[in-house]
């Protein structure tokens, strides 16, 4: 079986290791492949690895040999599903991987907002302190976590991860669900329009679907508080992105958090470049060692799976 990765530097910059998909195939590993470079890199390929490549039915007419295509993610809306369905072909995603490493960059977000350990090192490091008069000094507000409403949007893994942490900071945590009526956590479900108008913090972890498209809008922003913080670690598309741009500069929302936007790698013209109170990582929520280490993991015994006739995290067949 000839496999073939095309974008592995975004899982596996080189502190991991590809030597056990050997056992199973014959191995080409791209770090990267440019749009226009995808049908030859595929070939007769098999099976094929991908993160962020997209897969149309025009490249599966060009591959026929083409039998699964495993995705490094969680989400797999760069794959043509129902193309693959027609041609019988299997698609596996890695579910769950990121949970902690995710929630962990969601409290480094709210942290950072609240503490400030950053900002106040950097005037340490200028010499504020040493020409201090006083023992100590703060250049901004500071923060207790207990007692605050944080509100997450979404309530899969993740959210209620988040939930977990949140509860032991002694927040009170209020959710916004898709189905109420499926819900068994113990925190107080609201509605969208209360969830935004109660929280001190917004944390949203639902995905891109027609129904949560800029669910951070003008109208959900008209009902913030203006000391509230938005967190999005989850969809760049979660969020009106010129909306929140403005909220911000009109001090109608006090900050914002995201390890994701709407065009990735961020274009130069992204409405978040360089706004006020507005602090991004470049996706990088999932990245811990530990994390890509249990993605490959997964990926692994999935193709192992596959190979056997008994694939697992199949999505073709939700």
């Known amino acids: 079986m000839k496999l073939t990765v095309l974008d592995g530097h975004a899982a596996n910059p080189g502190d991991l290791s590809w030597e056990s ?91 950072n907002y609240t503490n400030q350990v950053q900002s106040h090192s950097d005037s340490v490091h200028s010499g504020k302190w040493i020409q201090s008069p006083d023992f100590c000094y703060w250049n901004n507000s500071l923060y207790e976590l207990a007692g605050k409403t944080l509100g997450i949007f979404g309530f899969g893994s993740i959210g209620q991860r988040v939930a977990q942490i949140a509860h032991a900071f002694k927040m009170n945590v209020i959710v916004c669900v898709h189905n109420e009526k499926s819900f068994t956590g113990s925190e107080k479900t609201v509605t969208v329009e209360e969830l935004f108008s109660q929280s001190d913090f917004i944390s949203l972890h639902a995905p891109l679907t027609s129904e949560t498209e800029k669910i951070v809008n003008k109208k959900t922003l008209s009902l913030v508080k203006n000391t509230a913080m938005i967190i999005n670690t989850a969809r760049g598309g979660l969020a009106d992105e010129v909306e929140v741009q403005k909220a911000l500069d009109e001090k109608r929302l006090a900050s914002y958090a995201a390890d994701v936007v709407l065009e990735e790698p961020m274009s130069k013209d992204c409405p978040l470049y360089k706004a006020p109170n507005c602090v991004l990582t470049p996706h990088i929520a999932w990245a811990p060692k530990e994390t890509r280490q249990r993605l490959m993991d997964i990926a692994l015994e999935n193709f192992r799976s596959f190979i056997n006739g008994t694939p697992r995290n199949d999505v073709t067949k939700k």
């Open 21 to 111: 998909f050997k056992e199973f195939a014959d191995l080409t590993i791209y770090e990267r492949t440019p749009a226009e470079l995808v049908v030859e890199r595929i070939g007769n390929s098999d099976a094929i690895f991908l993160n962020k490549i997209k897969i149309t039915a025009d490249i599966l007419d060009k591959c026929p040999s083409l039998k699964y295509i495993g995705v490094l993610a969680t989400g797999y809306n760069v794959v043509d599903i129902d193309a693959c369905k027609e041609r019988k072909i299997t698609v596996t995603n890695i579910p769950a991987y990121s949970t902690d490493s995710v929630a962990q960059h969601v409290f480094a977000f709210i942290l």
